[in-house]
């Protein structure tokens, strides 16, 4: 069975999209965060989750397996009641505890069969997270288990649970991106891309993003997608605009547990915060000496829904940039929060074809933020399109004032180049930009010049420019005629 997901806006390649969870009789709107909820113990309770607007959670079913009183509760009572939640559960089969201690004592066909008697919505087959820095070989061979057990989990009968089928392949790209393929050839459900969580815990958040983008190549923009255990809220738009959908948090409860306070521009420890600027239930009614002075379990279970708040607000806040289609000036911002995450957003540029490809064609104001903004998916598409248009000349493209004595005179605006007339009205040219153009913005001009300029052979172009970079002249084809129209202060 495949799961009807629908997607309903795009930005990016991120989406807003409905998962329909048929054992539960529901749907999730995604992006979605799933908190995961300890079996043996709740920093939160999960009757109380909805209220955070969580829509779905994820447990553990090995953990449950393993325990004979829960093994046995969970059979008779179910894992809805076992959990005590009533919305969609999601279930994870023990692979992460594969990868943390080397073996673990269950099969694919006995934990699916187990996920599917206890009730759970989204079962898990045991697939093999293979470490990021294993070499190809190892790998390779990791991945064909892996695949072996998905064909497994197709044979499994499942009824009405929907079944996952990890996308695993290490940091290799082509095999992430086979192994992505193969799992949209199953007839399984849900796509995890799994191993992620040694990356993203030391900020390795380009290899993450890259890894994400070859995953989704094979995968396709059609299948609903999780990112295994990307659980802090400063990655999230990141990984969004990559194209994740379901996300999954265990750092609210852990981190709360080590006194770490999560925000949207990283983590920061309970000791040194002196005066709370979030807005949660949780920070309006507590200072940071009064949790501090606090006993341990209630220290805990406030910071964990302090946590927890922030986590699920950034995903409304996603959710919201993308039906406005904002989503790359929210992951700009994100990103600006720290190198490691500006790494991320440069690469996640340099899939920008990929990008281009899912994203819509009219979005809210194209806001550049910095020299970054000139990559963006907008302006790429603004260049091809420069690359099909007829231009009669001679043209003037000039950043000062139409001129007399030539045929037609368009704009330039940096980053997007020549603006043709009829299209200096319309997404994405209606661009606030800053005064004070960077070197990146011009140079993209540039090339939006020598897009159009390639295109037309016959046609004679000049450009008057206000003290362009040498970088940016430079790009320019060498048949153009270049005007300085003086040191910029007209600009
Ligand atoms: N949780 C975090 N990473 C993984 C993974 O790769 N596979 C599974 N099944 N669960 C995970
Ligand atoms: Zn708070």
Redesign the pocket.
Known sequence: MTAPFEIRQQDAAGRIGELAVPRADRTVETPALLPVVNPHYRTIDPDRLSAFGVQMLITNSYIIYQDEDLRERARSEGLHELIGFDGPIMTDSGSFQLAEYGDISVTTEEILEFQAEMGSDIATPVDIPTHPDADRETVESDLAETERRLAIAESVDTGDMLVTAPVQGGTFPDLREQAGANAAATDLDVFPVGAVVPLLNNYRYAEAVDLLAAAKRGLGPSRPVHLFGAGHPMTFALMVAMGADLFDSAAYALFARDERYLTVRGTKHLEDIEE?S???P??AEHDPATLRDADETTRTRLLAE?NL??SMAEMRRIREAIREGSLLELVESRAHAHPSLLDGYRTLLDHVEQLERADRASKSTFFYLSEDSARRPEVRRHHDRLGRLDAEGPLLLTEGQSDDGYEDSWRIKPPFGPVPPALSTTYPLTAEVPERMDDSGYVAAARGVKRLVEANPETKFVVAQFDWPREAIETLPARVTVEDLGSGMGR
């Open positions: 709370f979030c807005t949660c949780v920070c302090h708040h922030v």
